[in-house]
Nanobody
Framework: QLQFVESGGGLVQPGGSLRLSCAASGFTLDYYAIGWFRQAPGKEREGVSCISSSDISTYYADSVKGRFTISRDSAKNTVYLQMNSLKPEDTAAYYC??????????????WGQGTLVTVSS
């Protein structure tokens, strides 16, 4: 089973930026389409952004389009989520996972610990 480790969360003021990292243990992320998800308190987990295995295609939820950017660093075996112009409604625990394809933001592996993002003044 593939395992993911998320990091980079924290407390940031509205309008600020954070970069989340998704690292893999024991396998190469390049082989898979990877998605970022988030779960706010009292809400269901939702897909935020996905990147195809070829890096050619990406997906963004409407709520983050134009503010978030997903990318990979193959040398570091890491997928990133750059989050700019953060809003209080972006507050959530963020997770990464393997997805079937970028049009299907469903996590296929066990969920990691996630990283908490809090946007507040």
């Amino acid at each position: 089973q593939l395992q993911f480790v998320e990091s980079g969360g924290g407390l940031v003021q509205p309008g600020g930026s954070l970069r989340l990292s998704c690292a893999a243990s024991g396998f190469t992320l390049d082989y898979y389409a990877i998605g970022w998800f988030r779960q706010a308190p009292g809400k269901e987990r939702e897909g935020v952004s996905c990147i195809s295995s070829s890096d050619i295609s990406t997906y963004y939820a409407d709520s983050v389009k134009g503010r978030f950017t997903i990318s990979r660093d193959s040398a570091k075996n890491t997928v990133y989520l750059q989050m700019n112009s953060l809003k209080p409604e972006d507050t959530a625990a963020y997770y990464c996972n393997r997805v079937p394809n970028i049009a299907t933001p469903i996590g296929l592996e066990a969920w990691g610990q996630g990283t908490l993002v809090t946007v507040s003044s």
